[in-house]
């Protein structure tokens, strides 16, 4: 069955860095391009970053671009979001989705807080 894990959320201080895991498994993954959403606590869920089935071509939200890199190794079928320079805003629930396929990970929780 199809399967969306992310993984490498945690808390960490202001400044820091993180980097998200998304792997996938259960379809041919690297036929679609995949999306990184967040959930900040009293806001609407948000796109953060995408990235088309072969990595290229990307695009991000203006609130990250520079600070987070989306990534993907279709060998591995996972798609990665590295996060730098992380602020209390970016404080959210983290998730994967796959374009075209409306498949959802289950969500991984970013906490930047010192």
């Known amino acids: 069955q199809v399967q969306l894990v992310e993984s490498g959320g945690g808390l960490v201080q202001p400044g820091g860095s993180l980097r998200l895991s998304c792997a996938a498994s259960?379809?041919?993954?690297?036929?679609?391009?995949v999306s990184w959403y967040r959930r900040a606590p009293g806001k609407e869920r948000e796109l953060v970053a995408s990235?088309?089935?072969?990595?290229?071509?990307?695009n991000y939200a203006d609130s990250i671009k520079g600070r987070f890199t989306i990534s993907r190794d279709n060998a591995k079928n996972t798609v990665y979001l590295q996060m730098n320079s992380l602020t209390p805003e970016d404080t959210a629930v983290y998730y994967c989705?796959?374009?075209?396929?409306?498949?959802w990970g289950q969500g991984t929780q970013v906490t930047v807080s010192s």
């Open positions: 989705y796959v374009n075209g396929k409306d498949y």
């Open positions: 990235i088309s089935s072969t990595g290229g071509s990307i």
């Open positions: 259960g379809f041919t993954f690297s036929a679609y391009a």
